[in-house]
């Protein structure tokens, strides 16, 4: 049977001094000579700053942008992609960001489904970790440790090639990063499926003979939708080709009447584009308390609901009426879903459901959002960033805000 191996992961563990924001906008050359002042020269630093005058920084921007929605002339862009090498570059960048007054995204695998992690309407640095992605499996121990920048196919891959026994329950899609995927209460398949299926389903007289056997690894190729007899080395493909897509989620606390789940199909039918992806929940998860970690959708939770809308044609036309799709949906749900508040999940981003501007109303405009993925947790969130984050350097449109001075 396969052991599931534990995983550590850090790569964003650093100290810094925080000192106040400033209204005004640095030159890139400020940075420049901030990137100087706080590096050794063997370090190359510059090498490694790509500016729009660049010609190479259209490609690194692109290169990870998993959505074509935010991959137009017309989507905001960083004024400087820094891609480090090593750990203490890292704590360079966020050192000069702070110091020439610039804004800060940290990219990982680039599937933020809104683009949160390399998109803005504000100036900013995008920290790209994608050259931080070293993987050192220990099987004895049973412990990883793993760069941000890895892809979970890297890990899986490097899982396989120390042995054929171990894995690492995550998500389906080989590129996710690591960094995105923990952080964010990524989760993984049951390898009980058979029993639990003969379990809760017995009409289904599901037998061994209906299900074709196959290692981990070749698993994860299946479900990444990969050609049978795939070598595991695919798993290494850092670039699959993006599309156009739109997601939101919601948790299920009760079952769904049979006759309302036949309303959801025609409605779905009706829209004709839209799908509706339910992951069960329960056993392990049941048993764990909410507040244990701040990922709370455990005990009380039958299933996540995920909105999918993917398209291929370019042009707001189509980008508005698939997006639509999803929301029409989203709220014919309304009646079957959690309340109070809706919940939703972290990593199927989508900020339909809140955005903080980081001004003035930046914790109640976080609170929105924040209830719906973090639930009483949220709170508990907040005093832990008032304390280590005050002015709140480290913000997205969804970020946990800090409480006023």
Partial sequence: MENSLFLTFSSFLFVIHFVPLAASTPSYLSFLQC?????????????????????????????????????????PKPDIIFTPLQESHV????????????????????????????????SFVLLDMSNLRSIDVDIQNETAWVQAGALLGELYYRIWEKSKVHAFPAGVCPTVGVGGHITG????DSRELLSIMDRDFPQLGLRIEDCKEMSWIESELFWASFPNETLPDALLNRKPGAKFLKRKSDYLQKPIPKDKLKS??????????????????????????????????????????QYAANWGKEGKEAENFYINQ??????????????????????????????????????????????????????KLVKVKTLVDPDNFFWNEQSIPPLAA
Wanted: net charge positive.
């Fill in 264 to 305: 959801i199909f025609d409605k779905m039918i009706e829209l004709g584009d839209t799908v509706l992806v339910f992951n069960q929940y329960g056993g392990r998860m049941s048993e764990i308390p909410e507040w244990e970690t701040p990922f709370p959708h455990r005990a009380g939770n039958i299933f996540k609901i």
């Fill in 35 to 75: 990137l100087s002042k706080h590096s050794h020269p063997s370090d190359h630093l510059l090498s490694r700053v790509y500016t729009p005058n660049n010609s190479s920084y259209k490609s690194v921007l692109q290169h990870y942008i998993r959505n074509q929605r935010f991959n137009r002339s017309t989507t």
């Fill in 326 to 379: 999803t929301r029409v949906l989203y709220n014919y749900m309304t009646p079957f879903v959690s309340k109070s508040p809706r919940c939703a999940y972290l990593n199927y981003r989508d900020l339909d459901i809140g955005v903080n501007h980081n001004g003035n109303n930046r914790y109640i405009e976080g609170r929105v959002y924040g209830l719906k993925y973090f639930k009483d947790n949220f709170n």
């Fill in 91 to 122: 704590q360079v960048a966020v050192t000069c960001c702070r110091k020439t007054d610039k804004y800060l995204k940290i990219r990982s695998g680039g599937h933020d489904y809104e683009g949160i992690s390399y998109v803005s309407n504000i």
């Fill in 185 to 188: 209460g990524g989760y993984g």
